[in-house]
Nanobody, 122 residues
Framework: QVQLVASGGGSVQTGGSLRLSCTAS????????MAWFRQSPGKEREEVAG???????RYADSVKGRFTISRDNAKNTLYLQMNSLKPEDTAMYYC????????????????WGQGTQVTVSS
């Protein structure tokens, strides 16, 4: 059974930085597309950043140039370095894992972590 444990959230002021971590177990980590999502009250959950099995990264326009996603397959850990934080980055952040099956990434089989809260004050 896939388990994802996110950590590293907290409260910072505008312009501050945080590093989120997501430790995975119960899966062959290197065979999963990994991503960070966020959700704030009253809003849809949105993908913030993702990283494929070959290390290709993708970012939401709102975080490009400020956030960096990375993975350490030896440690089964996903990271999100968040710099120049803004109040609009305030949200619960979730990590997600999509397995590759039949050569394609399967979002239908996605697993979610429990979330870690990020609060940015002005």
């Amino acid at each position: 059974q896939v388990q994802l444990v996110a950590s590293g959230g907290g409260s910072v002021q505008t312009g501050g930085s945080l590093r989120l971590s997501c430790t995975a177990s119960g899966l062959t980590f290197s065979y999963y597309d990994m991503a960070w999502f966020r959700q704030s009250p009253g809003k849809e959950r949105e993908e913030v950043a993702g990283i494929g099995i070959l290390g290709t990264t993708r970012y939401a326009d709102s975080v490009k140039g400020r956030f960096t996603i990375s993975r350490d397959n030896a440690k089964n850990t996903l990271y999100l370095q968040m710099n120049s934080l803004k109040p609009e980055d305030t949200a619960m952040y979730y990590c997600a894992a999509d397995p590759y099956t039949g050569g394609t990434c399967s979002a239908a089989l996605r697993s979610w972590g429990q979330g870690t809260q990020v609060t940015v004050s002005s």
